[in-house]
């Protein structure tokens, strides 16, 4: 099974996916752009990576700011997250602004919608079941509003970014 982590640089995300790994050569996604590498750990904490276009040696290190990765004098820094705490992380609505589109922030099965056009749903009400890995998560509003569209129907697969719920603020 794949490990997925979202890279964040600025405002920029990135989606890697290592998608197997002996030790020595992996399969790596990028943003949709699978590569064969192979890696080795050198004596002095870094590690050369081939398979990429060119032979590259990158050294990593967290600080506050977050993990850095350096090749040579040249050095970016990411937040990074794993994919199931980043969809759980918008599941628990990042903001208090009312109104807007609820989606899905990953691939899965809706088991339940909880609302219908014209209910007015509180800041953390509940509006669809999501199963995604195994698990049912509750999908909360962020900040309220009324419903003005229902994207899915109980039963449905959806992708990440899908629209459920569209709320309008209320007047």
Known sequence: MATT????????SHEVSIIS???QTAVVDVNGTR?????????????AVT?????RTFRSYDDH???WIAEGPNARCFDVADERSTWLGALA???SDAGGDIKASMPGRVVRVAVETGDVVPAGGI???LEAMKMENDIKS???GTVVEVGVVAGQTVEAGQLLVRLEEVQ
């Open 35 to 47: 590569y064969n590498v192979n890696t080795q750990d050198l004596p002095d904490g870094r590690i």
């Open 5 to 12: 982590w979202i890279l964040t640089e600025d405002a920029a």
């Open 93 to 95: 609505g990042g903001g």
């Open 127 to 129: 509006v669809a079941v």
């Open 21 to 23: 790994d002996d030790g």
């Open 51 to 55: 398979g990429i276009g060119a032979d």
């Open 65 to 67: 700011r977050g993990k």
């Open 142 to 144: 962020a900040g309220g």
